[in-house]
């Protein structure tokens, strides 16, 4: 079979589960109600102007943050990679912010900015920013050091060094970067909005989980994951176009 259909199989059996585990009694329908309940809520969902509204809102904050750390990520990680004392005197200061959880920061969003978007925005650009530019200075320091020399003896200014030599290395990374930035904007998007009360789908999520409907609860959490696949299937075609001059996106078409 292939793969595609695999997939759709181990779906399916996903769906059987979760629709018969409840009815046969093995889970509190409470806790878990069938599979048709939470089509049933999500259809229901989906004719109200909430609903909508709240889904442009997570995908407004979600696509404002990863623009904001996809420019601050890979105009940093340029600089700062093509500059060694730069790059010495900036890679303590990384390794000490990098692994702060963005979540940590949520005391001080809210302090800044209450129930705003820029409160959920602030976490998305934080956690985001780090995928990007630690994947851009990869991609700097993998910079062919004769291709670097061989520019330089050719009087090739900054600016043509980054386009010429720089960016050409650097892009592979920076797409990887934008993958992975991609997904954990996503993923801090929707938990500021459960946790802070930020206008999106966590927030819904939390409404319908504390007012007790725990099929529309299901029904946006599907949604959510239907945006992630989503996400992880454009960046990943985005890749795919972008890099298809690059041998392993070559390799991967002749596969």
Request: hydrophobic fraction near 55%; glycine fraction near 10%; aromatic fraction near 8%.
């Amino acid at each position: 079979m292939p793969g595609w259909a695999l997939g759709l199989t181990g779906l399916a059996a996903l769906m059987a589960v979760v629709e018969l585990a409840p009815r046969a009694g093995l889970v509190q329908e409470r806790f878990l109600p069938p599979f048709s309940r939470m089509l049933s809520a999500l259809a229901d969902q989906a004719g109200t102007p909430e609903f909508w509204r709240a889904l442009l809102e997570t995908l407004r904050g979600w696509a404002l943050g990863l623009a904001i750390a996809m420019a601050a990520g890979v105009l940093l990680g340029i600089v700062i990679g093509a500059v060694p004392p730069l790059r010495a005197v900036t890679t303590s200061t990384i390794e000490f912010l990098r692994p702060i959880p963005s979540v940590a920061l949520i005391p001080l969003a809210v302090l800044l900015y209450g129930t705003q978007l820029r409160a959920t925005l602030l976490l998305v650009v934080y956690a985001s920013f780090w995928q990007v530019l630690v994947q851009v200075l990869y991609g700097v320091r993998d910079v062919d050091p004769v291709a670097r020399e061989t520019a330089r003896s050719y009087r090739f200014g900054p600016l043509a060094q980054v386009r010429t030599v720089v960016w050409p290395t650097a892009l592979p990374y920076v797409m990887t970067g934008f993958r992975l930035g991609a997904s954990v904007a996503l993923i801090l998007e929707i938990t500021g909005e459960l946790v802070i009360g930020s206008p999106g789908l966590g927030r819904q999520i939390a409404v319908a989980q504390t007012s007790g409907a725990v099929a529309a609860m299901y029904a946006l959490v599907i949604v959510v994951g239907l945006i992630g696949v989503t996400v992880n299937v454009i960046a990943r075609a985005t890749e795919r176009r972008v890099l298809r001059w690059h041998p392993s996106i070559r390799g991967e078409a002749i596969a």
